[in-house]
């Protein structure tokens, strides 16, 4: 979770009237968790769905609204300015909004640390360290121009002297020569072609690397331009709606809006400051908290959340959710704000009036046959993430699920098999003494046609210095024997990481229950694995499906 560093002077200078130890109390009640560090230092762990509190502005909004000090919010004043951005939609990140903060005044180096802390924990979580949306901050009066243009440029011909210093050098030389440009510099890089932002002829960012040194801002900043771009326009927006909000809560402060102008010609005006309204239901209070609330009382404590809220009649609340809070997906979310300023100590469980026994589903019962009896067979039963590399996945003949925006490559494929998984344990497990079976019952999904199959497998495997497909077929046989299905051998087998003519099929009622087979030597020699390997799949879903239609039944598990 985001940890926030604040030197307790700051803290005591925003926050005033509250006592160090009130802060820390209602940071907890609000989900944070608090540390005192050599004495002079606040830390505070908040949760990542609360970006709105990853500044000390943000943390005093909430905090003040707890304590019942202030209630509802009221939007910053806010005014147009002739600041323009012409943008040319760069093609690896298209998405760009501005915006000025007058009056934000930085009086010192920990008025500075804490803005540029809040603006990194914003890349590193709904700007997804960067890619989504990455914010630049630039000093108002720095700026050579007020028309700005955002656009591609070559990386050997554009130069400027990035914020870490080093003089005036080539993009390219910038991204080669500093920790920014190592490590965020192929993000929105399109061969020799990058986005940049300039203020007439000069560079002012490099985004989503690093700003240049021009408009630098220090101590002594008065007033902050803003540019937030992207690969998202949502994202974009709320990016910068969330870090003017928290800003503007500087006495003083007032936000100015900025002209985008797009290829077309057509304009729009950013921060859109965008406010939702929604109907909240009292009776879904009551349901979830079980707690005897009012309409009235409901949009009391959601006001004291930073809602603005009125009871409709009828045990609605109608309820404004101000731009800041990016986390309100839906009513559920309104309910845990209720429940959190009502405080959840004052919530106490209801007894059950009647009382029921559950009992096992008819596939949990089977897997837990299928797991003693492999258990049985000889074999140790292994968990495997679904998720998997695609050096793994694309081993299958089944077109596997590619992940969206995957943390790591890794893990940027759902698993098409339960083969692939085995394949990826035995790789990890080449010293462990021979002979080695594994089993694993778990999911699997794939690509077929127009949607996406998901089913429960079981697979099995065998390693050792020699293997053949009949020490893979025995255990499969004995297993599906000791379970009483009725299965018959097939010729054909479509899995292609099996040797042709060392695989084999089975059938129940002419449908694929089971796929064996040995490994090709070429695969198992890509993946480094040096011991002949043996696979078994056995579709569970097709055997519990059987089982239930056949028996008609609830099983006895013992």
Request: proline share 6%; charged share 25%; hydrophobic share 40%.
């Amino acid at each position: 979770m985001p940890v926030f560093k604040y030197p307790i002077g700051l803290v005591e200078r925003v926050i005033q009237g509250l006592s160090l130890e009130e802060v820390r109390d209602a940071l907890f009640r609000l989900k944070c968790e608090t540390d005192i560090i050599d004495d002079n230092i606040l830390e505070v762990e908040v949760n990542p769905d609360r970006p709105d509190m990853y500044s000390i502005e943000g943390i005093k909004r909430a905090v003040y609204g707890l304590l019942r000090l202030e209630k509802g919010w009221n939007a910053p004043p806010v005014e147009d300015t002739p600041v323009t951005i012409v943008t040319s939609m760069p093609a690896t990140r298209p998405y760009i909004g501005g915006a000025i903060i007058y009056n934000i005044n930085i009086r010192d180096e920990d008025d500075l640390k804490q803005i540029i802390q809040f603006q990194e924990k914003l890349h590193d979580t709904i700007g997804r360290r960067r890619r989504k949306a990455a914010i630049g901050l630039h000093d108002l009066s720095k700026l050579p121009s007020r028309t700005l243009h955002y656009k591609e440029l070559d990386l050997n011909t554009a130069s400027f002297e990035p914020l870490t210093g080093g003089g005036k050098m080539s993009a390219k030389e910038v991204l080669a020569s500093t920790e920014q440009g190592q490590k965020y510099g192929n993000i929105s890089r399109r061969d020799e072609m990058h986005p940049f932002l300039l203020a007439g002829d000069s560079i002012i960012a490099m985004p989503p690397v690093i700003n240049s040194s021009i408009t630098a801002v220090e101590v002594g900043t008065k007033d902050v331009f803003v540019d937030v771009t992207g690969t998202d326009e949502r994202i974009v927006s709320k990016t910068l709606d969330i870090l003017v909000s928290n800003l503007a809560e500087r006495p003083g402060a007032r936000i100015g809006r900025v002209s985008i102008v797009a290829p077309d010609g057509s304009t729009m005006r950013t921060p859109r400051l965008e406010r939702e309204n929604t109907v909240l239901d009292v009776g879904l209070i009551r349901d979830v908290l079980g707690y005897e609330i009012t309409a009235y009382e409901a949009s009391l404590h959601l006001g004291y959340m930073r809602f603005n809220a009125k009871p409709t009649g009828k045990g609605r609340v109608l309820v404004e959710i101000p731009p800041f809070r990016a986390d309100i997906i839906g009513a559920i979310d309104l309910v845990e704000d209720v429940a959190i300023s009502i405080g959840y100590e004052s919530l106490y469980p209801l007894g059950i009036d009647v009382s029921t026994r559950g009992k096992l589903e008819h596939a949990t019962i089977m897997e837990r046959r299928t797991r003693d009896i492999m258990i049985g067979l000889g074999f140790t039963e292994i968990m495997r993430l679904v998720l998997t590399s695609p050096d793994l996945a694309l081993l299958s003949s089944k077109q596997p699920v590619e992940v969206r925006n995957p943390v790591q490559r890794d893990y940027s494929f759902l698993r098409p098999s339960i083969g692939v998984s085995l394949l990826g344990a035995l790789r990890d497990n080449l010293h462990a003494p021979k002979p080695v079976k594994i089993f694993e019952i778990g999911p699997v999904a794939y690509v077929s046609g127009n949607s996406i199959v998901e089913k429960n497998m079981l697979g099995m495997a065998v390693m050792d210095d020699e293997v053949s497909i009949e020490q893979i077929q025995a255990p499969l046989y004995s297993l599906l024997r000791i379970m009483g299905i009725p299965f018959r051998p097939a010729p054909e087998c479509a899995e292609k990481y099996y040797i042709p003519g060392r695989c084999g099929v089975l059938k129940l009622d002419g449908r694929t229950i089971a796929l064996y087979g040995e490994v090709k030597p070429e695969i198992l020699e890509r993946l480094g694995v040096d011991y002949p390997v043996a696979i078994a799949e056995v579709d569970m879903e097709e055997i519990v499906g059987w089982k239930y239609r056949t028996s008609r039944r609830e099983l006895e598990y013992r």
